[in-house]
């Protein structure tokens, strides 16, 4: 095996011997050999190849974490991967760019819409429901074990339509810094309402009176992310705002069930409950 020193390795590969260091820490390029009394690092020629992906993936942006786990997959998943990522990334630069533009809009005194903001007529019904305090990266962990793992495995009914469709609101800010609190709904039939909250004891069963809620829809179905997001949430505001039509709750984001989804999980939507 030909072997090559860290600072020759990271002339060829065109990373520094301090992102190689680091590489090293994460296990995402781990040299082949580390003298022993020296600890200086040893790079194999072969590793050249993952090496230089590694930093092309970095200049377009790719995370550490992504990255270490493309290094790990055959060519043509990791080509894969890599084309989910820049889809994403291709998205969230669109959304910046419609963000940018609103502000400009609202600061220069013009109306400058993101999203379409329909109403809807949401009848009364019976809830279980979870109020957690969570940052952002618990968000989806914590959802998917209520709603997946516990109540849609554990054979709870589901009630038609969108009245049917599970919710989060968010009764504050949720991010790396905030942790909300958020609060988890799942509608149920009324009829077996009781029922079903005595096999969940730790839940609440609650009744939410019917209202109106403003909602947007995304143009491609499937989950908000980043400045989207942001977007869908500044689209309802001023749209409210605009027509005069005060909150009655929470922010909300309602997922709803798509069968042809295959695997990609439910649609969401962004609502906003009225007075």
Known sequence: ??????????????????????????????????DPGTGYRWYAVTQLDPARLAASLRRIGVPLARIRDILALEPASAAGEIRSYWAGAEAEHAARRDLVGSLVDRL???????????????????????IRRVHEDDLVPTGRELFIHRLRRGGVPRVEGIAGAPFIIYHGEVSGDSDGPVEWCWPVPEGEAAEIAARFPDLTLRTEPAHQEAYVVQETPGQWAGTQAVNAVEALAAWAQQRRREPSGGL????????????????????LPLR
């Open 252 to 271: 909300r984001l309602v997922l709803v069930p798509n069968p042809a989804s295959e695997g990609r999980g439910p649609d969401s939507q962004f609502a």
């Open 1 to 34: 095996m030909s072997l090559v020193s860290i600072g020759e390795f990271a002339r060829l590969s065109r990373l520094s011997p301090k992102a190689l260091r680091l590489y090293d820490e994460l296990g995402l390029l781990v040299p082949a050999h580390v």
């Open 108 to 130: 220069e005194g013009k109306d400058h819409t993101m999203y379409e903001v329909d109403v809807r007529d949401m009848p009364a019904r019976r809830l279980l429901s979870m």
